[in-house]
């Protein structure tokens, strides 16, 4: 819950250091040693391929990737969720991201490059919330 809370907090001007949100908000919650936090929040959405495109050759070696259930959990809410708080698809939310960032943006290629781990991540948290007996 708390990285459902704080995953975009690097998009904060106060932490904007590098302008990657991900990044600037891992480093963040690193500072306060909340490291597993950290992490999650680093891997977001498809973050990793995204610091690729960036440029940022180094990112899982400050972040590894733990690819856990609750990495998918976070971008699964990530992804379920509009700007405006309503429940979408994952389908709806990427093609409301690719229209607002527009095809070639970083942004977009790195959500539409992530459909297939996405799906995978969807049917995760689903398989595991249907064996918990919490319907989604
Ligand atoms: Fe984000």
Redesign the pocket.
Known sequence: MAAAYL??IGYAPGLAATGF??LDGARHLRSFGEEDLARLVAH??NAKHEAGLRGIEDYEDEFPFGGTLLDDALTFC?LSTSPDGQLVTIEDRLAEIVERYGPDHVVARTVLAGMPGFERGRERVRRHCAEAGVSL
């Open positions: 995953h975009d949100h991900p977001h959405t990530d």
